[in-house]
Every structure is written in structure tokens, then in C-alpha cells.
């Protein structure tokens, strides 16, 4: 519910949660699954896959992270080494690239800056399709980003979200099943008398 009301907050609109669910009674970074910036579409649509989510879902999914920041460290080879050739990745657009170099210089502390993921200043704190309309213009900051604009499969779930195909409901109907992923049923985990810890 608060992911909901963040959302909401940012101007991605409203969507219904699934309450009642059970919660873990352990919770261990180690046992988090995070993909690469670097994971090919390919790849992510099977890991999406696995938990049940269509590539649509995905598409959708990955365009909410855009209201964020990230490090120069998880991008910079796309700006002096992209698949280790020595070059810049060519797919970025090249003033999004001279504008990023002069934030993350090679060789500094590549963890020091960070950079808004949705270079549209104007929405860069809005849940919206802008994210989709800077990736079409070859403008997404990590490579999964830009890999979406450019790949078969979800090319066209990108160019009918950047055209103005309604975000908010797509968006709200990824999280909810997003939201359904492993749920705990039976006697796996507990209710919880307060939300932020265990009984």
C-alpha cells in the first residue's frame, strides 16, 4: 500500500492492492534476486517470466524505476567500455553521453555522483511515460533501458506506452500482479499484529 501511495503521490494515479497476504517471519538481502543494469531483454523476460509476468508486465515494471537515481558505477561502461570494446555503447544518444561523461569521469569515484534514470527534468519525479519516450529517443541510462526501445519483442509495448497507450492502468495492473508473486498461503509466514516487524 505504500508502493501504491508513492505512486499515486508521483502522478502514476491509483490502483487496488491485494491486502491480506501473510508475511515472512526471515528477510535476507542475500536472498534477493536483482537482475544486472546489463541483463539482455532476453534474459529478463525469462527471469520476469519465471514469476509468472509477461514481457508487457515487464516493459511496465522496469519504466516505474525512472522516479530514481543511479550510480555513475552501474552505467559507466556503457560511456567507455561497452562490451568491452574500448568505445562507447553507440545505441546512446551522443549529448546524453557528454552530458553523463562530464557527470562520471573515467577513472573517478564512479559511486561519488548519480544521475536521474529519466532525463526529462520535467517528469524526473513523475510516474509517467516519459520514460518510454526518452528510451525511443535512445536516451535510457542503463543498458536494460535502452535494450527495450531497441529489441522485437518489446519495441512495440514501448512505442504504444510512449504514444500515449493509458500508463496508469497498464502500470497498476503489472504491480497488482507483481504484488501476487510467492504469496505465502496456509501456514507459511504470519499475520502480522504490526506491519514493520514480526510477531
Not at 555513475?72 to 557528454?98: H, I, V, W
Not at 492502468?169 to 504490526?194: D, P, S, Y
Request: glycine fraction near 10%.
Amino acid at each position: 500500500m505504500a508502493t501504491r501511495d508513492a505512486v499515486s503521490l508521483g502522478g502514476g494515479g491509483r490502483y487496488t492492492v491485494q491486502t491480506g497476504r501473510r508475511d515472512g517471519t526471515v528477510s535476507l538481502a542475500g536472498d534477493v534476486i536483482m537482475p544486472a543494469s546489463s541483463i539482455s531483454v532476453t534474459d529478463s523476460i525469462k527471469v520476469f517470466g519465471e514469476k509468472g509476468l509477461s514481457p508487457t508486465d515487464m516493459v511496465y515494471l522496469l519504466g516505474d524505476h525512472t522516479i530514481g537515481v543511479a550510480r555513475c558505477s552501474t552505467f559507466q561502461d556503457r560511456l567507455y567500455n561497452f562490451q568491452n570494446t574500448g568505445e562507447p555503447d553507440p545505441a546512446m544518444d551522443s549529448t546524453l553521453r557528454d552530458t553523463l561523461i562530464a557527470r562520471c569521469p573515467q577513472g573517478s569515484d564512479s559511486d561519488e555522483n548519480t544521475v536521474d534514470l529519466d532525463q526529462n527534468a520535467s517528469s524526473s519525479s513523475t510516474v509517467d511515460n516519459s520514460y518510454y519516450q526518452q528510451i525511443l529517443s535512445n536516451r535510457g541510462i542503463l543498458q536494460i533501458d535502452q535494450e527495450l526501445a531497441l529489441d522485437q519483442w518489446t519495441r512495440p509495448t514501448v512505442d504504444a506506452i510512449a504514444q500515449g497507450l493509458d500508463f496508469t492502468t497498464g502500470f497498476g495492473e503489472a504491480m497488482i500482479k507483481l504484488g501476487a508473486v510467492r504469496v505465502l498461503t496456509g501456514e507459511q509466514g504470519e499475520i502480522r499484529r504490526f506491519c514493520n516487524r514480526k510477531n
